[in-house]
């Protein structure tokens, strides 16, 4: 089983960046394709990006271009990485595996705003 920690977040203006991070702990991390989900208010979680194991990278329409997820195996770490912004961004960010999810953390909220 799998933990993890989500940091990163903050208030931001719209085209602004921001840099999530993702602390797993538990065993074998590297076998897992992973992924950064969001959550915005009244709205359901969406998967936004994912990584698998060896790196192959995919991504929801909204976010192609200006998101950027990877991840560091010897640091069990998966980052997401935001550029240019826009408020419809706004939501609490989670990580977690792409199905047969683990307990999913507290999540970080990222609020893009003027």
């Known amino acids: 089983q799998l933990q993890f920690v989500e940091s990163g977040g903050g208030l931001v203006q719209p085209g602004g960046s921001l840099r999530l991070s993702c602390a797993a702990s538990?065993?074998?991390?590297?076998?897992?394709?992973m992924g950064w989900f969001r959550q915005a208010p009244g709205k359901q979680r969406e998967l936004v990006a994912s990584?698998?194991?060896?790196?192959?990278?995919n991504y929801a329409d909204s976010v192609k271009g200006r998101f950027t997820i990877s991840r560091d195996n010897a640091k069990n770490m998966v980052y997401l990485q935001m550029n240019s912004l826009k408020p419809e961004d706004t939501a609490v960010y989670y990580c977690?595996?792409?199905?047969?999810?683990?307990?999913w953390g507290q999540g970080t909220q990222v609020t893009v705003s003027s």
């Open positions: 977690n595996v792409l199905s047969n999810y683990f307990p």
């Open positions: 538990g065993s074998d991390f590297r076998i897992y394709a």
């Open positions: 990584i698998a194991s060896g790196g192959y990278t």
